[in-house]
């Protein structure tokens, strides 16, 4: 397990989270750049370099390229998303646990990484609600 943590985090040296809902992200930098995908709060990405008059070059999970504006990006928490079509999020990190709400997270949903125990991860979402998912469910910036 530990082992997982310490590649997580050396793996996301250069990874950072949209903080705010709604963010347009761009094919290029700049304001007439065309609009390649909008995204909600805590969608995760890797930054690809150093800023551009106020823009950052990011890849997706997907392996995507965009441009976002520096002021709605962050690298100071981590952030995942969900890869598989659906998956439950359970009050506690075993098979065994219920599901804390009734509805399934959905591919592309998007959470803030709390913290990792045995194969599943803690996750925060923008209402501040809390759950466990399973680790190899995400993918984590």
Same mark, same amino acid.
């Given at each position: ?36 995908? @909008? ?5 995760? /990405? ?14 997706? /999970? ?36 219920? @599901?804390? /709400?009734? @509805? ?38």
């Amino acid at each position: 397990m530990l082992l997982i943590l310490c590649f997580l985090l050396s793996a996301s040296l250069h990874a950072g989270c949209i903080t705010n809902d709604g963010v347009v992200l761009k094919a290029h930098f700049g304001k007439k750049a065309a609009t390649s995908w @909008q995204v909600r709060r805590y969608t995760p /990405f890797k930054r690809l370099g150093e800023t551009y008059k106020g823009w950052i070059h990011i890849k997706d /999970f997907e392996g995507q390229k965009h441009w976002v504006k520096q002021k709605y990006f962050t690298e100071k928490y981590h952030c995942l998303i969900i890869k598989k079509d659906s998956t439950p999020i359970m009050v506690s990190p075993t098979v065994k646990s219920n @599901q804390k /709400f009734k @509805q399934l997270a959905e591919k592309y949903e998007t959470f803030k990484f709390i913290k990792i125990k045995k194969n599943w991860v803690q996750i925060k979402d923008a209402h501040g609600d809390t759950g466990w998912v399973r680790l190899r469910d995400v993918w984590i910036d």
